[in-house]
Nanobody
């Protein structure tokens, strides 16, 4: 069982930056691949970024490549999403998720545990 708690969301102007954090409560954090997803208003949840257990491999959605960066601290059991050059279309609820299987999966159904989400709003 994994409990995930996101923080760091808020309101930011276009072009600004935010850093999201995800705290994990589990005894075996490194076995989990971690991902960030987002759900814009009225749309389906979508993959944003993912990272493998030791932090050596990452994947990004094309829409955030070169603007967002995912990282993890396995000692503190934390996952981070650094978001730069934010755009209004980045507005969404952002979710942290943990997956037991796969390399760095990109599908919603591959993830076993989810946080409650944190709102990110980017104003134009």
């Amino acid at each position: 069982q994994v409990q995930l708690v996101e923080s760091g969301g808020g309101l930011v102007q276009a072009g600004g930056s935010l850093r999201l954090s995800c705290a994990a409560s589990t005894g075996a954090f490194t076995v989990y691949k971690m991902g960030w997803f987002r759900q814009p208003p009225g749309k389906e949840r979508e993959f944003v970024a993912g990272i493998d257990g030791n932090g050596g491999s990452t994947r990004y959605a094309d829409s955030v490549q070169d603007r967002f960066s995912i990282s993890r601290d396995n000692v503190r059991k934390m996952v981070y999403l650094e978001m730069n050059s934010l755009k209004p279309e980045d507005t969404a609820i952002y979710y942290c998720a943990a997956a037991l299987f796969g390399h760095v999966p990109m599908s919603v159904t591959s993830y076993n545990y989810w946080g409650q989400g944190t709102q990110v709003t980017v104003s134009s």
